[in-house]
Each structure stands twice: as structure tokens, then as C-alpha cells.
């Protein structure tokens, strides 16, 4: 099986690339199918504690779905397609239990900006565009993207983007706060290393999974954001890194977290 996703794991930082340089690594099913597998396999691996998503070459993160193998699809069909890619890439990175962000290199179009949505956190340098053209091929998102870019950039905004197919540059997505920061191309990889290594070094791994939960559940119309805030917060009570964190803290030291 070609190798589409590549791995690369350094500092407890899993760097993962999308490997279709010459399709402007384009979401086929292949890649959906092998991302699908690395995320699983980071989530268990304990020196894995964060995670970046991002293309391969400097023109393209993901320009978009593999649009062929769309030709053949019916109705059932593409609901199908919708959701097993929510399932097995994009809800999984929403609801991972430690951070991912997208280091955001050129185009990140359709799927590609629902990828970049779907991470924690997003970073991009400054030939990114981002976009959801779908209503040009008489389709829309089909990945999370209407829902996410109104999250991210608000209603009226994500409306005006969603239906004039617009792209808009890093700047402008800084602007809107789709991204967090927009950095120079050579610093696009040591900035997304550095912004989790200061979550790593601080953050006991167990309040990050209870943060990312809460933060996801203000957004869950199934779940009371609040009340699930109140039962992490306590469950955090009754971990080890609590006692070591408040020994840290009153010892004047660095604190060890151990994850449980």
C-alpha cells in the first residue's frame, strides 16, 4: 500500500503529512482510511502527546477532496461518504484527547479546511488561502464545514464564504480567528512544535482531554457545557497530577505529570 500519510514523531510531538504532493494532497479515500489509522494509533501510543497535521510541498495542506472519486456516487452514496470521513478523520480530531493543530502551508480548500477546522488549534503561513468552493460543483461541505466555519468566524461570515465560494488569505483568516497565528513559511513547523511544547511542558495531560471535552460540549446541543465543566473540574480532584501540580506549585518547582 503506497505510503500516503507520513509520520514523524520527535519531543512527544507526532508531525503527520499528508503525502500527495502532485494531487495538491487531495482527501481521496486512501488518505481519509490511513489517517484514520495514524490517529488511533497516536491516541493509544503514550509518547505521543500532541499531534500536527500538514501537506506535503509548499503550494497545498489539502486542496480538497478527491473530486473523481465523487463521479459515482447517488444520494446514499454521498451520505455515506460524509459520514465515514466524519467518523473515522474529522469528529476523531475534534474529540481527540490531546491537542492537534494544523499547520496550515497553501491551499486549504473543501475538505482541507475542514480538516484544518476539525484541529484544536490552527496556524498558517502566509501563502495560505482557505475556502468551501463546493457550491461551485453544485455540492456543499460535507466534512463538518457549515458548522464549524459559523463556530469559528460566525454566522454571517461563514454564510457569505459557504455561498460565494470566496477564498480569503492567512491574514484575513487571522483576522477572523480561523486561525491563531500566521508565521513565515520556514517557521510554520518550529512554531506549531513550540506552541505544543509550552502545552506539553505546562498542561497535565489529563486537564487537557477534560478541556478539550468541555470546549467541544459548549457546541453539543446534547450536552449541558456547564454541567460537564462541573464534573471534570472534580474529576480532576482525584488524579495524581492534581497532588503534583499543587506540590509543584507550593515547592517552587516544575511539576512531573504523569497522565493519570
Not at 494531487?23 to 500536527?52: E, Y
Request: hydrophobic share 45%; net charge neutral.
Amino acid at each position: 500500500m503506497e505510503n500516503l500519510v507520513l509520520q514523524h514523531l520527535e519531543n512527544g510531538i507526532l508531525c503527520v503529512t499528508i503525502n500527495q504532493e502532485k494531487k495538491l494532497n487531495a482527501l481521496s479515500a486512501a488518505i481519509i482510511q490511513q489517517l484514520s489509522n495514524t490517529l488511533d494509533q497516536a491516541a493509544t501510543n503514550t509518547k505521543v502527546k500532541a499531534v500536527i497535521i500538514t501537506g506535503a510541498g509548499n503550494k497545498a495542506f489539502v486542496a480538497g477532496a478527491d473530486i473523481t472519486e465523487f463521479l459515482a456516487l447517488n444520494k446514499a452514496g454521498g451520505i455515506q461518504l460524509a459520514k465515514e470521513g466524519q467518523e473515522k478523520v474529522f469528529s476523531k480530531i475534534e474529540n481527540f484527547p490531546k491537542p492537534v493543530l494544523a499547520a496550515v502551508n497553501g491551499f486549504a480548500l473543501g475538505g482541507g479546511c475542514e480538516l484544518a477546522m476539525a484541529c484544536h488549534l490552527r496556524i498558517a503561513s502566509p501563502n495560505a488561502l482557505f475556502g468551501q468552493p463546493e457550491v461551485k460543483l453544485g455540492l456543499i461541505p460535507g466534512y463538518g464545514g457549515t458548522q464549524r466555519l459559523a463556530q469559528l468566524v460566525g454566522k454571517g461570515k461563514a454564510i457569505e464564504m459557504l455561498l460565494t465560494a470566496d477564498m480569503i488569505n492567512a491574514q484575513q483568516a487571522l483576522d477572523l480567528r480561523l486561525v491563531n497565528h500566521v508565521v513565515e513559511a520556514d517557521q510554520l513547523l518550529p512554531k506549531a512544535n513550540e506552541l505544543l511544547q509550552k502545552i506539553i511542558q505546562r498542561a497535565a495531560p489529563l486537564a487537557v482531554t477534560r478541556i478539550i471535552e468541555c470546549v467541544n460540549a459548549y457546541y453539543d446541543k446534547k450536552q449541558d457545557g456547564y454541567a460537564k465543566e462541573l464534573e471534570s473540574f472534580g474529576s480532576c480532584f482525584a488524579t495524581h497530577d492534581f497532588r503534583e501540580g499543587v506540590a509543584a506549585f507550593l515547592e517552587k518547582r516544575n511539576p512531573e505529570f504523569k497522565g493519570y
